[in-house]
């Protein structure tokens, strides 16, 4: 491990601390904004056969609406890169905290809209089409939240923290996901099938939206990223279009974030979003007990964030990411061939693939890193929308076409995505030094190399 009196930038390192109550604040009010906000876009997906019912035909084969109510799923991450772009772009332009605080108000405001909103009964093809405009605008406001996060929290950590910090982060965006599945079996429980239906579905939209305006309040409390304080101070803020720096001088970076989102988006949605309609329209599993079992699982994700996190600190990244998607690669298998089961193996081989799933975390540690400091946010924001808008947009689609033919299509989708991230762990940028301060290390050069 060698060291440099300063970075690529030209500035001088941070020297090596500990976590302090400022970087303790700074992840707990960043993760819980990420929490809120995760919520409010992944909470459509638990109410989705609901939703089918409400906001399309009656007369509709069930199948055909299913992927019409995906379709305005994958709407939201189709949208993910044009607010990513423009978000990304003014945050390498006029700050971090400005877009990070931005990015959550334009996701709580259409949550609570999509509260609110009439059904295919009441005023009928609008409604859809309404769902569809609340859904791009959600999708416009994550493609810049998730970047900017991980942005703000990786240049606020210290050097030798990094990968818990940005683990961290990661596991409370999760449990946005982790909220959402808790409140849809609140809802499901408390509630019977028919008051779903016909108002209960609502609670958690309006929730969300609502307490999304809080976090709003919340972000005001937190301070701009020292990296980008330095650049400000130095002039050293991007002067050209950031974008164009990106496409000219670091498409290998580009693209080997664009191929570890692809990985990500698949464990996500396949695992974690998509499943437990799986779970009750393929195996006829009672649909509390399906999501209790997501909750578990999505509750094990979290915990896997924080420990491949820690991890990445202590023994690098690559063999975090070795272990991490080669476990993931034999626990798919495990999970999907023994459903429907019981409902102790259901929870068991459930719970067990979401902790593997948790190897998501290596995907900002790494991506982060990938680019400099003036460049960063639209680097990673750039790779990680464009790729998560094909990938993770059309995915639920395929895999509700490919299920007409092979019940153990998620199963195959996520074995040969794990496989490519296992691949992606001897690419060079997978070990890249950290992110000290302003710059990051070359891309043969060194600062500290995991």
């Known amino acids: 491990m060698t060291s440099h009196a300063t970075t690529p930038d030209g500035t001088t390192p941070a020297p090596a601390r500990a976590l302090d109550a400022r970087d303790y604040k700074t992840l707990a009010l960043s993760a819980l904004g990420g929490t809120l906000e995760f919520y409010d876009f992944v909470i459509y997906v638990f109410f989705a056969t609901v939703l089918g019912a409400l906001f399309f035909p009656a007369d509709m084969p069930d199948w055909l609406r299913q992927l019409q109510t995906f379709g305005i799923f994958a709407a939201g991450y189709l949208a993910r890169p044009v607010g990513g772009i423009v978000i990304a772009h003014f945050g390498d332009l006029l700050g971090r905290k400005r877009m990070f605080t931005l990015s959550i108000f334009l996701m709580a405001a259409p949550t609570l809209v999509i509260g609110l909103l009439p059904t295919y009964a009441s005023i009928g093809v609008a409604a859809p089409l309404l769902l569809l405009a609340m859904r791009v605008l959600q999708g416009a406001a994550i493609g810049g939240e998730m970047p900017g996060a991980w942005v703000f929290v990786g240049e606020h950590v210290p050097a030798q923290r990094y990968g818990f910090g940005v683990g961290t982060l990661t596991s409370g965006i999760t449990g946005g996901i982790l909220l959402g599945s808790l409140v849809a079996v609140a809802i499901n429980r408390h509630y019977a099938p028919e008051q779903v239906s016909d108002f209960a579905w609502r609670i958690p939209f309006i929730l969300g939206g609502v307490f999304g305006l809080v976090s709003v309040y919340l972000r005001r409390f937190l301070h701009e990223t020292p990296v980008f304080r330095e650049l400000a101070d130095r002039r050293s803020v991007a002067r050209e279009l950031p974008l164009r720096t990106v496409l000219r001088e670091h498409r290998g970076a580009s693209v080997f974030v664009a191929l570890q989102t692809w990985v990500l988006s698949a464990v996500i949605v396949v695992i974690v979003l998509y499943t437990p309609t799986y779970l009750q329209k393929v195996h006829h599993i009672p649909a509390a007990l399906a999501l209790e079992a997501n909750a578990l699982a999505t509750l094990t994700l979290t915990i896997g964030c924080v420990i491949a996190g820690g991890a990445s600190d202590r023994i690098g990244t690559r063999a975090v990411m070795l272990v991490g998607w080669g476990g993931l690669f034999v626990t798919a298998y495990l999970f999907y061939a023994g459903l429907p089961g019981t409902p102790a193996t259901l929870f068991?081989?459930?719970?067990?693939?979401?902790?593997?799933?948790?190897?998501?975390?290596?995907?900002?540690?790494?991506?982060?890193?990938?680019?400099?400091?003036?460049?960063?946010?639209?680097?990673?924001?750039?790779?990680?929308?464009?790729?998560?808008?094909?990938?993770?947009?059309?995915?639920?689609?395929?895999?509700?076409?490919?299920?007409?033919?092979?019940?153990?299509?998620?199963?195959?989708?996520?074995?040969?995505?794990?496989?490519?991230?296992?691949?992606?762990?001897?690419?060079?940028?997978?070990a890249r030094g950290h992110p000290m301060r302003a710059g990051v290390a070359p891309a043969g050069g060194a600062t500290m190399s995991r």
């Open 348 to 430: 068991w081989h459930y719970g067990l693939t979401g902790l593997f799933v948790g190897t998501i975390a290596t995907v900002p540690i790494a991506g982060v890193r990938a680019f400099p400091a003036p460049v960063r946010f639209t680097g990673l924001s750039f790779a990680y929308n464009m790729s998560y808008a094909v990938f993770g947009g059309l995915t639920p689609v395929v895999l509700t076409l490919w299920l007409q033919h092979d019940s153990m299509a998620p199963a195959h989708y996520v074995a040969v995505l794990a496989a490519l991230g296992f691949v992606l762990a001897f690419f060079p940028l997978a």
